[in-house]
């Protein structure tokens, strides 16, 4: 398996919970995409792997199966699922001036059972690497049991090749 993740085709179908996330936080969308890695240092991958954690230990995952409403969890006390687990991820991470196009969310479906699933793809130029809520440790990507789908480019979902 390819050790990053390339993006594709456009998706031909809206997400209507992506339209909504994208109208209440504009600034959480990339303005302009440029395929871009960076070189994290151990103080970059220790910030990062912080608020992996920190979201992963003190927010509860609950699925909102009714209305997929995608957010950002404002408290650590805050439920929510797979999407506002990497919505809130994103959101931090952005706000210690890293680039958001070197922190894309993927839309994937894990091959245990099928659902379909959000992760956080981490561009470095040594490879992708996937925070998840599931499994626990920021790992490259060819260590999950997932056929990734679609990332986000900017305000757009593209197929992964």
Same mark, same amino acid.
């Given at each position: 398996? %390819?050790?990053?993740?390339?993006? /594709?085709?456009?998706? %031909? ?33 220790? *910030?990062?792997? %912080? ?24 408290? *650590?006390?805050?439920? /929510? ?8 991820? @994103? ?20 091959? *245990? ?13 040594? /490879? ?23 990332? *986000?480019?900017?305000?757009?979902? @593209?197929?992964?090749?």
């Amino acid at each position: 398996m %390819s050790q990053i993740l390339n993006p /594709g085709f456009a998706m %031909s179908q809206r997400l209507p919970q992506f339209d909504d996330f994208k109208a209440r936080y504009p600034d959480q969308i990339a303005s302009k995409f440029e395929e871009e890695r960076f070189n994290p240092s151990d103080a970059d991958w220790f *910030l990062i792997t %912080s608020i992996h954690y920190a979201i992963n230990d003190c927010c509860a995952y609950q699925t909102d199966m009714d209305k997929d409403f995608w957010r950002i969890m404002i408290n *650590l006390a805050d439920t /929510g699922d797979c999407e506002d687990f990497v919505f809130t991820k @994103r959101f931090l991470i952005d706000k210690t001036g890293f680039s958001l196009n070197c922190f894309v969310p993927v839309i994937c479906e894990r091959k *245990l059972n099928g659902d379909t699933h959000m992760v956080l793809c981490i561009r470095t130029i040594n /490879g992708d690497f996937i925070s998840d809520n599931i499994l626990k440790p920021i790992m490259k990507i060819d260590h999950f049991n997932y056929k990734y789908r679609y990332m *986000l480019i900017n305000d757009t979902w @593209r197929g992964v090749l």
